[in-house]
Each structure stands twice: as structure tokens, then as C-alpha cells.
């Protein structure tokens, strides 16, 4: 079975705080992701990583930064936390696969209140 | 620009009956279509996708159908069972750039006994 684990379940931050989001899977995935879930606008790509050291933006990097030094690892950073990061942030990865008809398997999320 | 499209926020279904949840799309490109379900504090889980060549892909009692003339697509449910009530969010992949999914909305299924 695949696993992607997030670090916290539920995070209570203050404005202007530095945010650290961690995610680990344990597939050897080369592809990881990081999504944002608010009501209504469904699921909303952060940032995505292909290999180790690389990263790409997503639809909504503004305000995100991203780092991937090992292959099972992926940190989603929140350089200064704003209230309008408050959401639900889901972590993903998946297989290169020849033909590009991977899956992606989520973690179970982590829900961050910015106060 | 929504590329995908799951234009029911909600749907009400008794128990036994079929679910039929519907997701459009815009870009011809899309060569894959994956069905996520979603329970409140949880990550969505996979439930079946549909490659482009196909028109139909079924598994146990959710079966996806591709109507690719009118970009279209469907996932039903038969039997629903309460157990089914959760978000459902259709993706779609394009071929170009790299694997990243395009996501709907999403669509809330309520199953009542």
C-alpha cells in the first residue's frame, strides 16, 4: 500500500510566521505535490517536484516555496503566513510512468488556521 | 479559465439507488481521467480512471464513462450505499508538460438510508 504522510494534522499559526510543511512517501515516487482545498474552489496546485532538487510552480505558488532534498521528502514553506492561507494542504506523489497515466495518492492533509 | 468542470455542488440519492455523477472538460488534449473521493479531514483516495481510448472502465459498482465527442464524462454508482456520501472530484491529465492533474470543483454525495 501507498503511504504519504503529512506532519501535522492541524496547525494554529500566527501572521507572519514561517510555516513548514512536511511530507513523506514511501513508495519511491519520483513525482510529489502540494495542493490547497477551500470550499468551492476545489483542489488548486501549489508547487510540484519531479526529482530531487528539482521543482516546478504550480496555478498558485504566490506566497510558497518549496524544497525536495531527498526523494521522500517534500517541504511546503510558508514564508510569511498570511490569513488567507488558512486551508487545507494536501500532499501527493506518484510513479513516472511511461504514457504520463499515473495516479496520484494523497496523504491525509493538514489543516492550517493563520490568526 | 475552469478547465474541468463538475457543475453539481451536491446530489441526494437514497440507498440502493444509482449515483450519477457528472464532469465536463474544455481542453481536447486531456488523454487521462481520474475519479477522487474525498471524506471530511481526510485525503482524497483514488477510485477508478479512464484513459482516453476507452469509453467505459468499470470496477466493482463504480464504472466511468468517457464521451469524448462531447467531453464529457461519468461516474456511476450502483448500488449507492451511505458508506458512498463524500466529495467526488473528477481530474483530467494532459499529455503536455508534465503529469500534473487538472481538478473540478468537486461534487457532494449524500447517500440516505
Known amino acids: 500500500d501507498v503511504k504519504v504522510t503529512q506532519s501535522s494534522r492541524y496547525l494554529v499559526k500566527r501572521t507572519g510566521e514561517k510555516v513548514f510543511l512536511e511530507c513523506v512517501q514511501d513508495?519511491?515516487?519520483?513525482?510529489m505535490f502540494w495542493y490547497r482545498q477551500d470550499p468551492g474552489l476545489g483542489l488548486r496546485l501549489i508547487y510540484f517536484s519531479y526529482d530531487v532538487k528539482m521543482k516546478e510552480k504550480g496555478d498558485i505558488p504566490e506566497g510558497y516555496s518549496v524544497s525536495r532534498e531527498k526523494k521522500e521528502r517534500f517541504s511546503l514553506i510558508l514564508e510569511s503566513a498570511s490569513t488567507n492561507q488558512t486551508s487545507m494542504y494536501l500532499c501527493?506523489?506518484?510513479?513516472?510512468?511511461?504514457?504520463?497515466?499515473?495516479?496520484?495518492?494523497f496523504g491525509p492533509g493538514t489543516r492550517l488556521l493563520v490568526l | 479559465d475552469q478547465q474541468v468542470k463538475q457543475n453539481s455542488p451536491s446530489l441526494s440519492v437514497q440507498e440502493g439507488r444509482i449515483s450519477i455523477l457528472n464532469c465536463d472538460y474544455t481542453?481536447?488534449?486531456?488523454?487521462?481521467f481520474l475519479w477522487y473521493k474525498k471524506y471530511p479531514a481526510e485525503g482524497p483516495t483514488f477510485l477508478i480512471s479512464i484513459s482516453s481510448i476507452k469509453d467505459k472502465n468499470e470496477d466493482g459498482r463504480f464504472t466511468v464513462f468517457l464521451n469524448k465527442s462531447a467531453k464529457h464524462l461519468s461516474l456511476h454508482i450502483v448500488p449507492s450505499q451511505p458508506g458512498d456520501s463524500a466529495v467526488y472530484f473528477c481530474a483530467a491529465r494532459s499529455p503536455a508538460g508534465y503529469s500534473t492533474l487538472t481538478f473540478g470543483k468537486g461534487t457532494m454525495l449524500l447517500v440516505s438510508p
Open positions: 501527493a506523489s506518484s510513479f513516472s510512468l511511461a504514457g504520463g497515466q499515473e495516479t496520484q495518492y
Open positions: 513508495m519511491d515516487h519520483e513525482n
Open positions: 481542453n481536447s488534449m486531456f488523454d487521462y
